[in-house]
């Protein structure tokens, strides 16, 4: 006969392991956040004493929300949003699906090449497109001139028309490699007895993709899109460095403006207001993506 073993009782051991960090996220996440709503009814300035602040309920949203600054930020966002959730993501499953579901040589040489720019930070990137798209002696306009396209020649990152888009094009260049060593991977692990049947059913190239692959790395897919969206959300290093939110505040975004009015201009209460705005967008924009994705 089996002996039933007897559930063991730890008492308030688990709880004392687990205490320190809780301790910690109390600390560094949970009175920030207080804080955070705290001072965005304020009008402080971060200098004068905390005794002195000034009450002024929510006058801070009202004027962040009725701004220009706030509905250029906004939409350029949701522009960012859609164009990190869907270029990437099909550039990258249709280069992952030529890599190992054909017969392409040195298919770890272009694993490896298309993951560089996840190796170099923002910083470094910046530079090598800010002389790309240099006016005077960029790459890019000495390529048109050598077409004959002198028309086009004009200063990318110094026009509205075309400064978003130059961000958007490099935030396209350092992400879709990414998203085809993770497809690489996800195309793998697809049961082959799949691609065989279809095969032996008369199944052509695209219609095994569409029928066999796509469906079987599915998940993956809603995961690179919700880390997408919420990336695009977070995105500041990109136009710090290489527009500043120019020109004028074309290529603003929520947090450039953030930093911008909470560190540049010195309010405070109206920074940590656009903070409060923006974690609530982040949140909603994710809880309706999941809701959409089931």
């Given at each position: 006969?089996?002996?039933?073993?007897?559930?063991?009782?730890?008492?308030?051991?688990?709880y004392?392991?687990v205490?320190?960090?809780m301790?910690?996220?109390?600390l560094?996440?949970?009175?920030?956040?207080?804080?955070?709503?705290?001072?965005?009814?304020?009008?402080?300035?971060?200098?004068?004493p905390?005794?002195?602040?000034?009450?002024?309920g929510?006058?801070?949203?009202?004027?962040?929300?009725?701004g220009?600054?706030?509905i250029?930020?906004?939409?350029?966002?949701?522009?960012?949003?859609l164009?990190?959730?869907?270029?990437p993501?099909?550039?990258?499953?249709?280069?992952?699906n030529?890599?190992?579901?054909?017969k392409?040589?040195?298919?770890?040489?272009?694993?490896?090449l298309?993951?560089?720019?996840?190796?170099?930070?923002?910083?470094?990137m910046?530079?090598?497109?800010?002389?790309i798209y240099?006016?005077?002696?960029?790459?890019?306009?000495?390529?048109?001139?050598l077409?004959?396209?002198?028309?086009?020649?004009?200063p990318?990152?110094g026009?509205?028309?075309?400064?978003?888009?130059?961000?958007?094009?490099?935030?396209?260049?350092?992400?879709?490699?990414?998203?085809?060593?993770?497809?690489?991977?996800?195309?793998r692990?697809?049961?082959?007895?799949?691609?065989?049947?279809?095969?032996?059913d008369?199944?052509?190239?695209?219609q095994i993709?569409?029928?066999?692959?796509?469906?079987?790395?599915?998940?993956?897919?809603?995961?690179?899109?919700?880390l997408?969206?919420?990336?695009?959300?977070?995105?500041?290093?990109?136009?710090?460095?290489?527009?500043?939110?120019?020109?004028?505040?074309?290529?603003?975004?929520?947090?450039?403006?953030?930093?911008?009015?909470a560190?540049?201009?010195?309010?405070?209460?109206?920074?940590c207001?656009?903070?409060?705005?923006l974690?609530?967008l982040v949140?909603v924009?994710?809880?309706?993506?999941?809701?959409?994705?089931?």
């Open positions: 006969m089996k002996r039933k073993r007897k559930a063991t009782s730890f008492g308030a051991t688990p004392l392991f205490l320190p960090g301790i910690l996220f109390f560094i996440a949970v009175i920030p956040i207080f804080q955070t709503l705290g001072l965005s009814l304020t009008n402080w300035d971060g200098v004068k905390l005794t002195s602040i000034e009450f002024v929510i006058q801070n949203y009202e004027k962040v929300i009725t220009d600054e706030f250029h930020a906004l939409k350029n966002n949701v522009l960012w949003a164009v990190s959730v869907t270029v993501i099909v550039i990258g499953v249709v280069q992952a030529v890599i190992v579901n054909s392409v040589k040195f298919k770890n040489l272009f694993q490896l298309l993951f560089l720019p996840q190796l170099l930070s923002s910083m470094i910046s530079i090598m497109w800010l002389a240099d006016p005077a002696s960029g790459l890019l306009n000495a390529l048109l001139n077409a004959g396209l002198e028309t086009f020649i004009r990318w990152l026009s509205k028309e075309t400064a978003i888009w130059c961000l958007l094009i490099m935030s396209v260049w350092t992400a879709y490699g990414f998203n085809t060593i993770i497809y690489c991977t996800a195309i692990a697809v049961d082959g007895a799949m691609y065989e049947a279809a095969t032996i008369g199944a052509s190239q695209l993709f569409f029928k066999i692959t796509l469906p079987s790395i599915s998940k993956t897919t809603t995961t690179l899109m919700l997408s969206l919420i990336g695009a959300f977070k995105v500041f290093d990109v136009v710090l460095q290489m527009t500043k939110g120019g020109p004028g505040y074309y290529t603003y975004v929520i947090s450039y403006y953030l930093y911008q009015t560190f540049t201009s010195n309010k405070i209460g109206a920074g207001a656009i903070a409060v705005l974690t609530v949140l924009v994710s809880r309706v993506f999941q809701a959409l994705r089931r």
